[in-house]
T-cell receptor, first 114, second 110 residues
Framework: DTGVSQDPRHKITKRGQNVTFRCDPISEHNRLYWYRQTLGQGPEFLTYFQNEAQLEKSRLLSDRFSAERPKGSFSTLEIQRTEQGDSAMYLC????????????FGPGTRLTVT | RKEVEQDPGPFNVPEGATVAFNCTYSNSASQSFFWYRQDCRKEPKLLMSVYSSGNEDGRFTAQLNRASQYISLLIRDSKLSDSATYLCVVITGSARQLTFGSGTQLTVLP
């Protein structure tokens, strides 16, 4: 499968715990995005990497959130001290970074904070 | 005010019907425009790009009016398999991040 993959697909955690999600983009896509989607809403942009550099962060990305893309390939999104309001689908997307502006989404990680 | 606004629906239409979705965006600097489709509990997938000249892909026609900051999607001869949420999307920032509307839910009934 050469699409975007995300792991885990589902995560249930207790409030206050830390969680980490992984995203593997399409090979050779140098742009990687994280979005968050809650029920009944469209996805909302969280952050963007070009290769290993994190170039933009949304104001939605509080201090409890951190994202990395250490070698310009896979990326991780960590949420510290989870809150119930963090419950959402976390989507990763990648783009080739050429003139194409299409983004290809992974299946998402559904987080439930109890 | 949301940056991209859509009628949330739901739209319930019989098979074979024609249905139109509308969307408005607030940032006149928006660069690119798309319709994405999202099936229940799945990721969004690109349906089609939207151009000022209008573009058609089979039963689907998309139109952009930059002066009015308005985007439309027309689905003709709707099929059961068209049932999904349709997301209006614009690109505005230098990071080319997608800004989504809340989506319009379509159910095509037999």
């Amino acid at each position: 499968d050469t699409g975007v993959s995300q792991d885990p697909r589902h995560k249930i955690t207790k409030r206050g715990q830390n969680v980490t999600f992984r995203c593997d983009p399409i090979s050779e896509h140098n742009r990687l995005y994280w979005y968050r989607q809650t029920l009944g809403q469209g996805p909302e942009f969280l952050t963007y990497f070009q290769n290993e550099a994190q170039l933009e962060k949304s104001r939605l990305l509080s201090d409890r959130f951190s994202a990395e893309r250490p070698k310009g390939s896979f990326s991780t999104l960590e949420i510290q001290r989870t809150e119930q309001g963090d419950s959402a689908m976390y989507l990763c997307a990648s783009s080739p970074g050429t003139s194409s502006r299409e983004q290809y989404f992974g299946p998402g990680t559904r987080l439930t904070v109890t | 005010r949301k940056e991209v606004e859509q009628d949330p629906g739901p739209f319930n239409v019989p098979e074979g019907a024609t249905v139109a979705f509308n969307c408005t965006y607030s940032n006149s600097a928006s660069q690119s425009f798309f319709w994405y489709r999202q099936d229940c509990r799945k990721e969004p997938k690109l349906l089609m790009s939207v151009y000022s000249s209008g573009n058609e892909d089979g039963r689907f026609t998309a139109q952009l009016n930059r002066a009015s900051q308005y985007i439309s999607l027309l689905i003709r001869d709707s099929k059961l398999s068209d049932s999904a949420t349709y997301l209006c999307v614009v690109i505005t920032g230098s990071a080319r991040q997608l800004t989504f509307g809340s989506g319009t839910q379509l159910t095509v009934l037999p």
